[in-house]
């Protein structure tokens, strides 16, 4: 069997699709993600051990095979032909090969071609601080962060590095100088990474995401010390994931993280994609914006009342993740089941709607 064109035969039916993601899996038929629905690709072959293995060994190095052969799980990019880049994982389920493929846009969308408030640009053009996207696997995070950072690469001559794993979006050199590492490749690790542009003159920092408390010290660190850190977490909103950062730290750090955070946090914008009446996906979201109240709250531990700010402080430019549900609903672009099922505070959505 060719799978060198196998492949590109399967890449390409996600592309003509509009799919997302593929999956390849031993003793499954080949299935790609279209509008949040998997579909089988039938008319293709139902793959064995021998079928994913040759596939993966189209897609990463030799060194990255033997690496995987130990660690079971592995993550890595691809480039497709006609400049479609595929970010991938490889694992092992009960003894059987699996590999994932996510889609990448060839080119990087704007906040509004995301349908995603344009406000976020404001925190770009900060000098320093600490901004987070946040949501679960696979709600546009990476996006929404490319976006913004593309937008920095168009109005300022400044440097930018991110620290990818695997790299997903690559930037074309506008006003900016971007340097992208990749975990393992470039770098050992996000930390490691980190760490290094401190020493390398950088103005804007990505993150591609915060796993431990030694990446998230090091973050904040670098947002107090004059430098502006995007970043993400998988946390469901904006209250949790100030908990989960605070968290992370022993008992006896809390309390220094807390004041560090409360001064060098700028936002956290928490968004889902939810299915959209008309076909494909529309985004929901909340923004938190640090002003003094939330500053204090995070100071003096009662992160549970950011949700309250958030909900009462439009003035303030607060986006409330139920109110952005609600005129999706009564625009027609969502229906009202779907608006429950993703929203944290459905009795509070109920008035709302």
């Known amino acids: 069997m060719e799978y060198k064109k196998f492949l590109d035969q399967l890449l390409d039916t996600v592309i003509s699709q509009m799919g997302s993601d593929l999956h390849c899996s031993e003793g499954r038929y080949p299935t790609i993600r279209v509008n949040g629905d998997l579909i089988p690709l039938l008319d293709t072959r139902m793959l064995e051990r021998d079928d994913t293995l040759a596939l993966l060994k189209h ?39 699996g590999i994932v493929l996510r889609l990448i846009s060839n080119r990087i969308p704007t906040l509004a071609e995301l ?72 770098t ?14 950088v103005d804007v920092i990505l993150v591609g ?49 807390r004041s560090q955070l409360s001064t060098s946090l700028l936002g956290i914008f928490s968004q ?33 009342e950011i949700d309250t700010i958030i909900e009462t402080g439009r003035d303030s430019g607060m986006i409330d993740m139920n109110r952005t549900l609600a005129d999706l609903v009564r625009r027609g672009e969502i229906t009202a089941e779907d608006a429950f099922a993703y929203s944290l505070k459905p009795n509070i959505l109920e008035k709302l709607i």
């Not at 033997?66 to 890595?76: G, N, P, W, Y």
């Not at 490691?192 to 003159?201: E, K, S």
């Not at 002003?291 to 003096?300: G, T």
């Open 59 to 97: 897609l990463v190095s030799k060194q990255r095979i033997e690496k995987f052969e130990t660690d079971f799980e592995m993550d890595f990019a691809y480039e497709h032909t006609g400049g479609h880049r595929f970010r991938g994982s490889a694992f092992v389920q009960q003894g059987r090969i």
């Open 115 to 186: 349908n995603i408030p344009e406000v976020l640009y404001d925190f770009t053009r900060k000098k320093q601080g600490f901004f987070l996207t946040v949501g679960p696997v696979g709600q546009g995070k990476s996006t929404t962060l490319a976006s913004m950072i593309e937008q920095v690469n168009q109005e300022r001559s400044e440097h930018i590095i991110t620290i990818e794993r695997p790299i997903e979006y690559v930037y074309t050199q506008k006003k900016a100088l971007i340097d992208q590492r990749e975990v393992p490749l470039d």
């Open 188 to 201: 050992k690790d996000f930390y490691t990474g980190l760490l290094g542009t401190l020493r390398q003159d």
């Open 209 to 257: 995401e915060m796993r431990d408390k030694e990446t998230i010290q090091a973050a904040v660190t670098a947002a107090e010390t004059g430098h502006l850190v995007l970043s993400t977490l998988h946390t469901n909103n904006a209250s949790q994931t100030i908990d989960r950062i605070i968290d992370s730290f022993p008992a006896e750090q809390q309390d220094q993280i």
């Open 272 to 304: 889902r994609l939810i299915p959209r009446i008309a076909g494909g996906l529309i985004p929901s979201y909340e923004l938190l914006v640090n002003n003094s109240a939330v500053s204090n709250l995070i100071r003096e531990n009662r992160t549970h």
